[in-house]
């Protein structure tokens, strides 16, 4: 693997926890308008951070495949001409509409940070933030099937890859947000949050496993590309994650969350679960990064 | 067990209706003209690649064997196509390296590689196609 490659998959691994911030950091102040503006706050600066890293990793990883076409170093990431070729392919869409998502997601959490208040209280403000949210997840989530391996495939498939990294972003960026309200303090408010999440993610799951799972079968010919092919071993990983995560998810689910109000300790092992999951996530994410970038899928 | 069965046709129908053939996920060179380790006994004119779908032509460079560049003026566009033919100088007596990078609709960077002789006195070699497609091509799709 060159030294571009590495840059590119760090790029891609960090554009990947940037968009699952900015989509699972909006759906977490959506997940409870009840919440006290220092918390409020906190998420908003949450999806700024998202927003930015997003933003600069898009454009990163673009001006590394120019970098690494033009094989001249770093001065070769600078070649105008090659950038306007590379504009006009998938890979320069998919940049234009993160870059547009993200730097929208940026705008918004600016100023909701000075007047969220007053906005969240008014209902046309908080429907305006909704649809607002729901146009830059969309212009985030949008920007996946036109690179990489399901741009080659049919509408179904990329609508299914559309559902699958939506469902992946609300899941995963929403456990920072929720592991910040496992604090000693957690109230009722806490509570009725977890349950909230708990209920909204069942769908999630559903949405999540029934378009990985056709994702699966659209990559792969046949079973034996999973544990014969290095793409399929990747996958295999993967679903060994993601089967972790569900666990840890169901755990939280049925048993830590019910007890949350029972005291500190119950805090504070849900606190660690998340924690858990977060870490899982990342991996998952990381991994991620890795098989569609080095390895691909078997042709 | 009646329904069972009928439901069972159902699925299997429809899952083979879901699943797609085989998929050929990236751009590749599929013919090369030189192909990869022929040895050729006058200079080629051009170098022609053909690939198995539309792709973009994003460098071209020829160097020797030594490392020594040859000048070939390529210029990269934003026309997709399966068929390029990229324009030779006259090459004197050696081994030459003609690497490249495409990118299909997929958005991968693929780099390809191969290699030929030039020697007016060796036998001449000509690899088949399909061979030269196998050796050639070096995977570093990137995104």
């Known amino acids: 693997m060159s030294s571009w490659d590495l840059a590119g998959l760090a790029s891609k691994f960090t554009g990947l926890c940037a968009v699952a911030i900015v989509v699972g950091g909006g759906f977490s102040i959506w997940l409870d308008v009840h919440m006290g503006n220092p918390f409020r706050r906190r998420l908003l600066s949450y999806v700024l951070v998202g927003a930015i890293a997003g933003t600069v990793s898009a454009c990163l990883f673009f001006l590394i495949q120019v970098g690494a076409i033009n094989q001249a170093g770093v001065a070769g990431m600078w070649d105008w001409p090659m950038a306007k070729i590379l504009a006009t392919t998938g890979l320069g869409y998919a940049t234009g509409l993160r870059v547009l998502g993200c730097v929208m997601a940026a705008g918004s959490a600016v100023v909701l940070s000075r007047s969220a208040h007053t906005i969240m209280r008014r209902r046309l403000g908080s429907v305006s933030i909704a649809a607002l949210f729901t146009v830059q997840c969309a212009l985030m989530v949008f920007s996946f099937p036109m690179m990489g391996h399901v741009a080659n495939l049919g509408m179904l498939a990329q609508a299914a890859l559309i559902v699958h990294v939506l469902s992946v972003f609300l899941w995963i960026g929403a456990l920072y947000p929720l592991w910040q309200l496992c604090t000693a303090d957690a109230n009722a408010t806490t509570h009725r949050t977890m349950v909230r999440f708990g209920e909204i993610a069942k769908f999630i799951l559903i949405a999540l496993i029934a378009s990985g799972t056709y994702l699966i079968f659209e990559l792969l010919s046949s079973f034996r590309e999973l544990l014969d092919t290095a793409y399929g071993q990747s996958l295999l990983f993967k679903l060994i994650g993601v089967t972790g995560l569900i666990a840890l998810a169901g755990l939280n689910k049925f048993l830590l969350v019910p007890d949350l109000q029972k005291g500190s300790a119950a805090v504070t092992r849900l606190r660690r679960s998340i924690q858990m999951e977060m870490l899982v996530a990342l991996a998952i994410l990381a991994l991620t990064a890795y098989f569609t970038t080095a390895v691909g899928p078997p042709s | ?143």
């Open chain 2, 1 to 143: 067990m009646k329904i069972f069965n009928r439901l069972a046709v159902r699925a299997v129908v429809t899952m083979s209706l879901l699943i797609p053939g085989l998929v050929f996920a990236h751009a590749k060179l599929t013919e090369a003209t030189p192909g990869n380790g022929d040895v050729l006994n006058v200079s080629p004119d051009t170098v022609d690649l053909h690939f198995n779908e539309d792709v973009r032509l994003l460098s071209v460079t020829v160097a020797k064997a030594d490392g020594a560049q040859v000048e070939i003026g390529f210029t990269p566009s934003s026309d997709a196509s399966m068929h390029f033919s990229v324009a030779l100088p006259d090459l004197a007596k050696g081994v030459y390296i003609v690497t490249g990078a495409i990118m299909g609709d997929d958005s991968h960077r693929v780099e390809v590689a191969l290699t030929f002789t030039v020697d007016a006195a060796a036998t001449p070699v000509t690899n088949q196609p399909s061979a030269t497609t196998e050796h050639a091509e070096e995977h570093a799709h990137s995104h």
